[in-house]
């Protein structure tokens, strides 16, 4: 059996309405579940109170992870497994790895951020997209209000703040999952 959510669509057509809309919506106490846009819209992470991102921080984490193994791989392979003297120099001779441990170090900090961002946005390839209206591949900004996170106001109400916000048209939309 599968769940369906119901939601109410705000659409507009400028983005500057549009986040005046987004604060004359959160200040009426409706909770807002995710904005659509067809282009990235300046402040409008700000608008909604999103957390900033530590996408940062696992960048960080698969870099150090991509520069210990590079030169754990290197060490071992050059210094304690295999060892040769190429060209009179040390078995570990540190300045001669640079190349492969930032290459390996670049690698594996840009899988591990794309993967990170997969599984953190939880897309998925067998996941099917929720695409509330299709207009926000073109040009119409769509803010969706999920009604079950809101009881407390009616779906009445919620369409009549977001028309006074400046929203071009209200529709309500029901979503398998």
Same mark, same amino acid.
Do not use: C
């Given at each position: 059996?599968?769940?369906?959510? =119901?939601?109410?669509?705000?659409?507009? $057509?400028?983005?500057d309405?549009?986040?005046k809309a987004?604060?004359?919506? *959160?200040?009426?106490?409706?909770? %807002?579940?995710?904005?659509?846009s !067809?282009?990235?819209?300046?402040?409008?992470?700000?608008?909604?109170?999103?957390?900033?991102?530590?996408?940062? %921080?696992a960048?960080?984490?698969?870099?150090? @992870?991509?520069?210990t193994?590079?030169?754990t791989?290197? %060490?071992?392979?050059l210094? &304690?497994?295999?060892?040769m003297i &190429?060209?009179?120099k040390?078995?570990?001779? @540190? !300045?001669?790895f640079? !190349?492969?441990?930032?290459e390996?170090?670049?690698l594996?900090?840009?899988?591990?951020?794309?993967g990170?961002?997969?599984?953190?946005?939880?897309?998925?390839?067998?996941? =099917? !997209?929720?695409?509330?209206?299709? *207009?926000?591949?073109?040009?119409?900004?769509?803010?969706? %209000? $999920?009604l079950?996170?809101n009881k407390?106001?009616d779906?009445?109400?919620?369409g009549?703040?977001?028309?006074?916000?400046?929203?071009?048209e209200?529709?309500?939309?029901?979503?398998?999952?």
């Amino acid at each position: 059996m599968s769940d369906s959510k =119901d939601f109410v669509l705000g659409v507009y $057509d400028d983005e500057d309405v549009l986040l005046k809309a987004v604060g004359a919506v *959160r200040e009426a106490g409706i909770k %807002i579940d995710e904005v659509y846009s !067809p282009f990235p819209v300046h402040g409008l992470d700000e608008e909604l109170g999103y957390k900033k991102s530590r996408l940062p %921080i696992a960048a960080f984490m698969f870099g150090a @992870l991509g520069t210990t193994l590079a030169l754990t791989m290197q %060490i071992w392979m050059l210094g &304690i497994d295999w060892p040769m003297i &190429i060209g009179g120099k040390n078995f570990v001779a @540190l !300045p001669d790895f640079v !190349p492969v441990t930032f290459e390996l170090t670049v690698l594996l900090a840009a899988f591990g951020m794309v993967g990170t961002f997969l599984v953190s946005s939880d897309l998925k390839p067998w996941k =099917d !997209p929720k695409l509330l209206d299709i *207009r926000i591949t073109d040009d119409k900004h769509i803010m969706a %209000i $999920d009604l079950g996170s809101n009881k407390a106001v009616d779906a009445k109400k919620i369409g009549s703040v977001l028309k006074d916000s400046g929203a071009v048209e209200v529709n309500d939309k029901t979503v398998e999952e």
